[in-house]
């Protein structure tokens, strides 16, 4: 059995092998991906398009300007008027405007006639993830702002107070909060999904349509034979796009290695496993390419959206998270995030390794029934 | 050019279209099957994140802090370790998201006015989560704050500077009315995966010779092609502007005209790479998997709907223009909720047009209506090399 499938993987190989186009592109294609989302990801949203109105004529304006001015997060000008302001808003030329008030300083001169003075901030709302971080850098200089004052206020009151003591927030794993480092563990586990169901499932529906799948049949070879055959070059080939795409954002995007080596490697190989039996699984129930490929598609938005991409499984409804365990990649991407970012051992991995193998028979197990039913 | 035989091809194509189900409801139904989740999970608000606590300072003020965080469903606080090094193990093992600790002396400090001490600890490898309770405990602190100095006698804190937000178009920020319209124009880029693979089908089965033989000329064949793909795109792109309307509740300011301009000059556009990227390839297999590569992962992030374009270095701003969602995106957000006009947005309107033209030309001028269509063939018959590296690259092609 094993030389009979040894004997088509080796056909696999030539096929891909001749292949000028697929094969440098199933190579080198998910990596050029990996580059441009990580060079994409690696900036936090700063140098915002921003215009401020600043109404009032004393020095507390001023000040607020010139901290707004030096908070990364904005590209300051200024505008003569709130019409103007709203003007470059509804054309999407600005993401936020800021307007200071008439009696700023007037509000914030005197402790004793202490009053609250309010800055408004107008978003365009339209570009919600710019408006998002726009908002957060606001608050940050205003907080600031606020706090020298209030600072200066208990100083003219005659009490000592130097500093308060804020709430540090500290963020583990990942300090400068970059984008890059969560989402191209991420982004591997998607392309490695994308390279193993692509292979293993287009590979028998073109036989399918072209006809020869009715040859291999009538070879000695059992039906599951010939599947697995067909899948498994997808393994050398997912396996290197990872090993490639593991050195690039290691030395490229200085994405930090916290585990260990040889689980990383090993959970990997289970992963690539498991969304190779899922191609054969969709190899198995299409007739054409196209409807494999519709396949691919629809199963990678769900893997997607229930992976933790980008959305956090944690929170949602139970009965999703508990329907996100049977998607392979929510496993695939929390093991690479926890084995690069935290460096996280075999101990806390184990639940996921597990459920994964289950994953990777239970699906063979249908494949292997769908292929008799078929057959029959 | 023959309308009367640009006719024809389109007839075909759309019998194509409408007989083989799978190619039906690729270019019409799954574009909605992959909006549709996706908004879903944009009105899932994040809630229950597991927080991890320790309270070294055990006093009644620690324990009332703790209270006022857990009020509501944003945390969780359900682990209880020993100590610091004990939380940053369960963040560790992704047992916790966040941990906070609260220092000895907290309720002394708080009571005198001096601030909050705490720390906070944040799971940075999955920050998602994270970010929003991070957000909920800044706001409950503040409050806290001002609530425990108010009882302590003092005045009630506030902060001298109030900023105040007004959000224009989307007046609570909800992501979902500023993601909606640009994924719309992500999904309709399955039709363009549809249309390439489409045009490869012809030569992978061999019906492209039978084509050949026929009379017609490249561009009656071509445009006769694209046309129904445009306009199964259009019935495609009224459904999800449907979905997102009533399904999703964003709000539709723009005209309906422009819309409909817009978009085809946007299916034009998307088309046009398809076919460009077609005749580099002789199987259904290779032009799919590109095409996905090409139009649906880069522009997920390079496209402006979740990390604005303004904030990427140049080269990728420019590179993003190349795919035709970006500017699609712009226009669609415009159209949506800024109801812009076509004077506010000529720019994406116009790289669009440019785009589209430029590529379809490029792409008619390549196309040979000739067996063994390939690029390279191309480059063997047109471009001058000596005659060594003619022969090397022959033997490589056969």
Redesign the interface.
């Known amino acids: 059995m094993i030389a009979r499938i040894l004997n088509l993987v080796h056909k696999e190989l030539l096929h891909f092998a001749r292949d000028r186009v697929l094969t440098p592109l199933l190579l080198f294609g998910p990596l050029s991906e990996l580059i441009l989302i990580g060079v994409a990801t690696s900036s936090n949203i700063e140098h915002l398009p921003t215009v401020v109105l600043n109404q009032d004529t004393g020095q507390q304006g001023a000040a607020l300007v010139q901290m707004i001015e030096a908070s990364p997060v904005f590209d300051l000008e200024q505008v003569d008027s709130e019409a103007q302001a709203r003007d470059k808003l509804a054309d999407a030329k600005i993401t936020a405007a800021f307007i200071i008030p008439e009696d700023f300083s007037q509000a914030l001169a005197n402790p004793l006639e202490a009053r609250q003075t309010q800055v408004k901030l107008l978003l365009d709302g339209a570009d919600t993830f710019a408006a998002e971080a726009a908002h957060f850098g606001a608050e940050e200089v205003v907080d600031a702002f606020a706090g020298l004052v209030s600072m200066r206020w208990l100083n003219e009151a005659g009490i000592e107070i130097t500093e308060f003591e804020e709430p540090t927030i500290r963020v583990l794993y990942n300090e400068k909060l970059k984008k890059s480092f969560y989402e191209m563990p991420a982004e591997m586990g998607i392309m490695l999904y994308f390279v193993a169901a692509c292979v293993a499932s287009l590979g028998i529906a073109r036989e399918r349509e072209r006809g020869t799948w009715e040859q291999l049949l009538v070879t000695p070879m059992r039906p599951i034979e010939i599947v697995i055959g067909k899948a498994l070059p997808a393994i050398p080939i997912a396996y290197t796009v990872f090993v490639l795409m593991l050195i690039v954002s290691l030395v490229g995007f200085g994405l930090p290695m916290r585990g260990s080596w040889p689980l990383l490697m090993a959970v990997v190989f289970i992963y690539i496993l498991v969304e190779l039996s899922v191609g054969v699984l969709i190899s198995s129930l299409s007739h054409t390419q196209m409807q494999a490929l519709l396949l691919v598609m629809v199963l990678m938005m769900i893997e997607f959206i229930f992976s933790g991409y980008i959305f956090a499984v944690d929170t949602m409804p139970k009965a999703l998270q508990f329907l996100s365990n049977f998607i392979p990649m929510k496993h695939g991407l929390n093991m690479e995030r926890s084995i690069l970012l935290r460096g996280v051992g075999l101990d806390a991995l184990w639940p996921d390794i597990l459920m994964l193998v289950a994953l990777g028979s239970g699906i063979l197990a249908v494949t292997t029934w769908v292929l008799r039913r078929r057959l029959d | 050019m023959s309308w009367h035989k640009t006719l024809a091809v389109m007839r075909k194509e759309f019998r194509h279209i409408v007989r083989?189900k799978?190619?039906f409801?690729?270019t019409l139904i799954?574009p909605l099957?992959?909006l549709v989740?996706?908004g879903y999970?944009?009105l899932?608000?994040?809630?229950?994140?597991?927080t991890a606590v320790v309270d070294l300072d055990r006093s009644a003020l620690s324990a009332s802090y703790l209270q006022a965080l857990d009020e509501g469903d944003t945390l969780t606080l359900n682990q209880h370790p020993a100590d610091r090094e004990a939380a940053?193990k369960l963040?560790?093992?992704?047992k916790a998201?966040i941990a906070l600790i609260i220092p000895p002396g907290f309720a002394d400090?708080v009571s005198a006015?001096?601030?909050?001490?705490?720390?906070?600890?944040?799971?940075?490898?999955?920050?998602?989560?994270a970010n929003?309770a991070?957000v909920h405990?800044?706001d409950r602190?503040k409050e806290f704050i001002s609530a425990a100095s108010a009882q302590a006698g003092g005045p009630p804190l506030?902060?001298?500077?109030?900023?105040?937000?007004?959000?224009?178009?989307?007046?609570d920020?909800?992501?979902i009315?500023?993601?909606m319209p640009g994924m719309i124009g992500m999904s309709l880029s399955?039709v363009g995966?549809?249309v390439c693979?489409a045009l490869t089908r012809e030569k992978?089965?061999g019906t492209f010779e039978g084509l050949v033989a026929t009379p017609i000329r490249r561009s009656e064949l071509l445009i006769g092609k694209l046309i129904p793909y445009v306009c199964t795109g259009m019935l495609t792109i009224l459904l999800c502007v449907a979905a997102s309307v009533y399904g999703f509740g964003v709000p539709f300011r723009g005209s309906l005209v422009l819309l409909f301009v817009l978009s085809s000059i946007f299916l034009f556009a998307l088309m046009a790479y398809a076919l460009l990227l077609s005749l580099?390839?002789?199987?259904?297999?290779?032009a799919?998997?590109?095409t996905?590569?090409v139009f649906?992962?880069?522009p997920f992030?390079?496209s402006?709907m979740?990390?604005?374009v303004?904030?990427?270095?140049w080269w990728?701003r420019i590179?993003s223009m190349m795919f035709p969602v970006t500017p699609f995106v712009?226009i669609m957000?415009?159209l949506?909720?800024?109801d812009?006009g076509l004077a506010?947005m000529w720019f994406p309107t116009l790289i669009l047009v440019a785009t589209g033209a430029g590529v379809m030309v490029l792409a008619i001028l390549l196309f040979r209506k000739r067996l063994q269509t390939g690029w390279l063939d191309w480059i063997l018959d047109n471009v001058p090399m000596p005659a060594a590296e003619r022969k090397l690259l022959e033997r490589?092609?056969r």
Not at chain 2, 44 to 50: F, G, M, P, W
Not at chain 2, 91 to 94: A, F, L, V, Y
Not at chain 2, 280 to 286: E, I
Not at chain 2, 310 to 313: Q, S, T
Request: charged share 15%; no cysteine; proline share 8%.
């Open positions: 083989d799978m190619a409801s690729l799954s099957m992959i989740p996706f999970s944009f899932v608000e994040v809630t229950d994140v597991s940053e963040i560790k093992d992704g998201k400090t006015g001096a601030g909050l001490p705490l720390e906070v600890l944040i799971d940075g490898s999955e920050p998602h989560a929003v991070a405990i800044n602190t506030v902060a001298p500077v109030e900023l105040v937000i007004e959000a224009l178009f989307n007046p920020l909800k992501p009315n500023g993601v399955l995966v549809a693979a992978e089965r580099f390839f002789q199987t259904q297999q290779a799919m998997m590109v996905i590569l649906m992962i880069p992030f390079l402006g979740f990390i604005p303004i904030v990427m270095p990728i590179e712009v957000r415009g949506f909720l800024q812009l506010q490589w092609l």
